[in-house]
């Protein structure tokens, strides 16, 4: 049975393992993101973190998922890569090929944990698929006919910067309106504190009090789902996919928090009709998801 080593690169955490064909993962390891010095120590953790594996295991190869924009197949860095800023213009690919001698895939995290719900997750089965990964900020990934879409060099299916508001809300990318400023961690405190509420207070814990009735932060969940339910019907409405799954450490607020509010305001939204409400699913590998498929997009690609 085949195995590759799958890396994801997180912003505090590199979550390294091998993975089974089968998409069992067979070990794992969390480090922590080496935040100080240069992007060239976290290249040089993940590294260590495959050798380490690769004792054990032998020379397989590795597929790593990595934030930011990354040309597919080169590995180069186009940008807003937040932990490798020096590393923009340069192949991940490449360094890592040179320093493990095996072949190396690399490709963008959100694009990664798409192709693991693809092939060992939530969307098996499925040919047409979009996933919104809900967590700090908003990734999203697409398998259109069995492939991932990436776009002209990599720098498509950005829904999260989709501009759902008119000289609206600041965005990281410099834009106003993005549909990230609102449907993220982030963006679900910021509403929060816009209306009042507490500065520290996170995604996670607004949903609680939410639930628990208090009025800033059912406004500010409701801003969420709307925003969210506006991204999603605009990309049914143009793109049918057969399914569109929600991953992401939001996606834990579960069907009666998330799913069903979300929905109602898609139905209400649609311009057609939503004739199959479980097409919107939750994505099922959770944190893993990014490493099973780092994993297989070694698999699937480099091990022939
Ligand atoms: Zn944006």
Redesign the pocket.
């Known amino acids: 049975m085949k195995h590759a080593i799958g890396i994801d690169l997180g912003g505090t955490k590199i979550n390294a393992g091998v993975i089974r064909q089968d998409g069992v993962i067979v070990t794992s390891q969390r480090y922590e993101t080496p935040l100080e010095g240069s992007g060239e120590d976290i290249l040089k953790a993940i590294v260590s973190a495959v050798r380490t594996l690769q004792a054990d295991f032998g020379a397989l190869p590795v597929g790593v998922g990595s934030p930011g924009l990354i040309e597919y197949p080169s590995g180069v860095i186009l940008g807003c890569t937040p932990n490798l800023p020096d590393w923009q213009g340069r192949s991940l690919k490449q360094y890592l090929e040179n320093a493990l001698q095996v072949p190396v895939q690399v490709d963008n995290d959100a694009n990664a944990a798409t192709w693991g719900e693809f092939r060992a997750g939530a969307a098996q089965g499925f040919h047409h698929l979009v996933m919104l990964t809900l967590g700090t900020g908003l990734g999203s990934g697409m398998i259109f006919n069995g492939h991932i879409l990436r776009g002209f060099h990599g720098l498509g299916i950005?829904f999260?910067?989709m501009?759902v508001e008119q000289s609206g809300r600041f965005?990281?990318?410099?834009?106003q309106g993005?549909?990230?400023?609102y449907v993220s961690g982030k963006g679900l405190a910021r509403s929060y504190q816009l209306r009042g509420g507490d500065l520290a207070v996170k995604g996670p814990e607004i949903f609680d009090r939410a639930a628990r009735q208090e009025p800033l932060a059912q406004a500010a969940v409701n801003e969420f789902i709307h925003m969210l339910g506006v991204g999603v019907t605009n990309i049914l409405n143009t793109l049918a996919p057969e399914a569109l799954l929600i991953g992401g450490g939001i996606s834990a607020q579960g069907e009666e928090r998330l799913f069903a509010p979300l929905r109602t305001k898609v139905a209400a939204l649609m311009s057609m009709p939503l004739h199959h409400p479980p097409m919107i699913r939750a994505a099922a590998l959770g944190p893993d998801a990014g490493l099973i498929g780092a994993g297989f997009l070694a698999i699937d690609y480099l091990n022939e």
Do not use: K, P
């Open positions: 950005g999260g910067h501009i965005c990281n990318c410099g834009q993005c549909l990230e400023a």
